[in-house]
């Protein structure tokens, strides 16, 4: 996977470029709008990783004028901005995605994993999700664990939805926020966490391999191996 | 714009305005009418007064020179008689006999000599009698059985008889009176027109001031760019327009500094903290031992929390200086609230919580969505750590007054009777709170920014209550 990161900050992109090539990206990196120009259109990149504060231009210009160049890669954008204005919610739209500074690295890998599945043509909409032995029927909102049918609330079906859609693949709470419960919230407590026990108890049966596994201080997977 | 202003045109100030402009006019012009009045009055009078003394001096001419015999009378008679036809201003009679004129003489001893006129003259040598009448001096004169009083001239005559010349002032008192009408027409007509144009210019102006308080009222919390009408005049209205527009302008560019100053420090604490949570983080991926992990992994917590604290700080500053910016969209509480407790209620339960929300459907206001949401989990979440067990929150949602009304209330122990009064400030939280002391100040600031309020106190039965309201939307 190749990916153009754009940040200006040299400390930032230092750490940033070093756990993203350790995560497996082929990393190449521009500290200014002017470079990035450059590096998108004589390289093919499949995702681009943009921070909003550039010194010689606006992030949005940068991703407007690599769209007019022809530049189709999702990208990710990145703001040390406090308030996240409308254009932000435009581009995300558009369906690329977004994360305040600062941000756990886990969150930025899960969101780099979660835009490179939603542009690759396999995420068809499909009405059945199969995980191992783990099935759910979209269209009856009904799961089931080897056969056996999971009494799961409208909400734990939502979550183990996508908990599935992302099998294999780190989500962290906020993005679990964000999708299931459409909110951004940052909350002290641990809400999410809860809801995940109530449902890893209804999914993991006594004797069964457990399936929802969590990841400290990052959060949570779906094994699908 | 018309009907608009047609409304309240009886609460505005134009009335008043045009009622004490009209007093004083009406004032005015009575005055200036009264004194024409009395102008013309005396003219009447002292023409009339003019030609009774002439008359009266060529009666006594006349009464002089012709000789005392039996034709004396009858000359005299005669002369009186045509005199009295030629009155000025005399109006077609309304009674057959001659009744506006009269002419008398006494002999020395005081006795009626000679009468011409209404009447057989005993009444009107009685009030000349009774009043001093000077030679040459028209004098006012009431007679018995007359309403309307005379103007009589006297003259003495050699003989030492006197002769007197009277005139009824029904003529003179008809013409003022008809004159008089008219003014009072005129005057009416007059201060009429005057509130009407008064009217009608005080309110032209005081639509510009209306419409100028009605723009700076739209100029919300947040949204600084409108600005209020002016018009072309170089009035004191177009003045108060411009100084109004020059306030915002300033306004608006220390908001802009502010913003400045909170996103340069936001970005330059934001950035820092990146690189450093970024580094902790790779230095944890590594494998390494729990032992080693934990002072790592509380360190990036504490780090969230610090980011947070940042956020969030950052938030209530600029709610205070009322500078929050907002992206206002159409939000419906009682769908967020459900959403809410479906998120929270697990947490909740297992702490032997239970949420319970009482709304009679859908509650749409304009806010801002994300500021909205963490306005809420923040209430959630601080009756979620400072609840014992088994206790309820009651969530009432209502509208009241023209305003969305949230009332959370819990039976739990309430606030601390030291922090109640200060539970809306900077770094105050209650004795157990391990919070950072910005959630309710968090909460407080979202509210003021939306326009809403907050009030929080402990309930008579005990527990907390905090009440919520926000503007409703506008349909």
């Given at each position: 996977m190749r990916l153009l990161l754009v940040e200006d900050e040299i400390d930032i992109q230092s750490f940033l470029r070093r756990s993203l090539e350790e995560a497996g990206y082929e990393v190449e990196a521009a500290a200014d709008g002017k470079t990035a120009e450059r590096l998108a259109v004589d390289g093919e990149f499949d995702i681009l990783i943009v921070d909003l504060g550039l010194p010689d231009q606006d992030g949005f210009s940068l991703i407007l004028k690599l769209r007019q160049l022809g530049v189709r890669a999702p990208v990710l954008i990145l703001s040390a901005r406090r308030s996240v204005d409308d254009r932000v919610r435009g581009l995300e739209q558009g369906g690329d995605d977004y994360l305040t500074k600062p941000f756990a690295l886990a969150e930025l890998l899960a969101r780099l994993r979660n835009l490179l599945k939603r542009n690759s043509p396999a995420s068809s909409e499909a009405t059945r999700l199969r995980v191992l032995d783990l099935e759910l029927d979209l269209l009856r909102r009904e799961a089931t664990r080897a056969g056996q049918v999971l009494q799961l609330t409208p909400q734990e079906f939502v979550l183990l939805e996508y908990l599935c859609r992302n099998a294999g693949r780190v989500v962290t709470r906020s993005m679990i926020l964000d999708k299931v419960w459409g909110m951004r919230i940052q909350p002290d407590t641990n809400v999410v966490d809860v809801h995940i026990y109530r449902l890893r108890g209804k999914v993991d049966g006594p004797g069964q391999q457990p399936l929802i596994r969590t990841l400290r201080g990052v959060g949570y997977v779906l094994k699908d191996r | 714009m018309f009907s608009k202003t047609a409304k309240p045109a009886l609460r505005s100030a134009a009335w008043r305005i045009s009622l004490w402009a009209t007093l004083a006019f009406a004032c005015g012009t009575l005055l200036v009418f009264i004194f024409l009045h009395r102008f013309v009055a005396d003219d009447i009078q002292r023409r009339s007064d003019a030609w009774l003394v002439g008359e009266i001096e060529v009666l006594g001419d006349v009464a002089e020179q012709?000789?005392?015999?039996?034709?004396h009378d009858r000359v005299v008679e005669e002369v009186a008689e045509l005199a009295s036809k030629e009155v000025?201003?005399?109006?077609?009679?309304?009674?057959?006999?001659?009744?506006s004129v009269f002419f008398l003489q006494t002999g020395s001893n005081g006795s009626l000599t000679l009468w011409v006129g209404a009447g057989n003259g005993v009444a009107n040598l009685k009030a000349i009698q009774a009043s001093r009448i000077l030679p040459d001096h028209p004098t006012h004169l009431r007679v018995q059985g007359f309403t309307i009083p005379f103007r009589v001239a006297s003259a003495r005559i050699n003989d030492g008889s006197y002769i007197y010349l009277g005139l009824s002032e029904r003529d003179e008192l008809r013409v003022l009176r008809s004159l008089g009408l008219r003014f009072i027409l005129l005057w009416f007509l007059l201060v009429l027109l005057g509130f009407g144009i008064v009217f009608f210019t005080t309110r032209r102006m005081l639509s510009h001031v209306r419409e100028i308080a009605e723009a700076a009222s739209r100029i919300g919390h947040s949204d600084l760019h409108a600005r209020v009408p002016t018009t072309k005049h170089n009035d004191e209205v177009s003045h108060l327009a411009l100084t109004l527009n020059h306030m915002l302008d300033r306004i608006e560019s220390s908001m802009h500094q502010l913003h400045t100053i909170t996103d340069s420090l936001a970005h330059d604490l934001r950035s820092p903290l990146t690189a450093i949570r970024g580094k902790l983080e790779m230095s944890l991926s590594?494998?390494?031992?729990v032992e080693q992990a934990d002072p790592i992994v509380s360190s990036i917590e504490e780090l969230d929390r610090l980011t947070d604290f940042l956020n969030k700080s950052l938030d209530v500053a600029e709610a205070k200086a009322d500078a929050l910016r907002l992206n206002r969209v159409a939000l419906d509480l009682d769908e967020l609230l459900r959403i809410m407790i479906d998120l929270y209620e697990p947490s909740m339960s297992e702490r032997g919580l239970q949420p319970r929300l009482h709304s009679g459907g859908p509650l749409v206001i304009e806010a801002d969505a994300a500021l909205i949401h963490r306005m809420i989990a923040n209430l959630f979440d601080n009756e979620l750590k400072h609840l014992p067990a088994a206790c309820t929150v009651n969530l009432r949602l209502r509208v009241e007054d023209a305003a969305a009304l949230l009332i959370l209330e819990d039976d739990g122990p309430g606030f601390d009777a030291e922090v109640l009064p200060h539970l809306?400030?900077?770094r105050v939280k209650g004795?157990?709170?391990?919070?950072?002391?910005l959630g309710l100040a968090f909460v407080d600031a979202v509210a003021r920014a939306h326009g809403g309020s907050v009030a929080a106190g402990n309930r008579d039965g005990g527990g907390a209550r905090i009440e919520l309201s926000f503007p409703l939307a506008s349909t």
């Open positions: - | 012709t000789p005392m015999n039996a034709l000025p201003n005399r109006d077609a009679s309304a009674n057959a006999s001659n009744d590594a494998a390494m031992q809306f400030e900077r004795k157990d709170s391990n919070g950072h002391g």
